[in-house]
């Protein structure tokens, strides 16, 4: 288990500023992680029309999720479940996630840098109560 003294013996932990120095290794593996991201998107829509021609099933979409959950779930499916709540639901999960990523910036949890200094990220071992509970909720989710 990491002692309180480790956050005091890093030195990106309190830094205000990144040291000068050369971005290419940092923007050589963001160029890198772009590239591949796209490549996976390009042979996944190569193979969707593929699988779209050779078959004329249907893909994984809304219905099929909603599909799922009136098996499992009649009663409530057809007493909670509509069309509208299906297609509100998505949105209102990603603004959720967008609010919880933003606390920080209202003082509810706290970024730092981390080593080489490069990066940054919510603080794991923070001081202030509040933090560590939003650093507890982040790690749960």
Not at 21 to 28: F, H, K, N, Q, R
Not at 44 to 61: C, I, M, T, Y
Not at 92 to 107: E, N
Request: hydrophobic content about 40%.
């Amino acid at each position: 288990m990491a002692s309180p003294s480790d956050t005091d013996n890093d030195t990106c932990h309190c830094r205000e500023s990144v040291e000068p120095g050369s971005p290419t290794i940092s923007a050589l593996m963001f160029s890198a992680g772009v590239v591949g991201n796209v490549i996976a998107l390009v042979l996944l829509e190569v193979h969707r029309r593929k699988e779209q021609r050779r078959e004329r099933r249907e893909r994984l979409s809304l219905f099929h999720v909603l599909r799922c959950v009136s098996i499992g779930c009649p009663y409530f499916y057809w007493r909670r479940v509509s069309r509208r709540c299906g297609f509100i639901s998505i949105p209102v999960i990603y603004i959720i996630c967008m609010l919880f990523c933003l606390l920080p910036f209202g003082g509810f949890g706290s970024y730092v840098q981390y080593c080489p200094g490069t990066w940054c990220f919510i603080d794991m071992k923070p001081s202030r109560a509040e933090h560590k509970l939003y650093a507890a909720l982040y790690a749960s989710m």
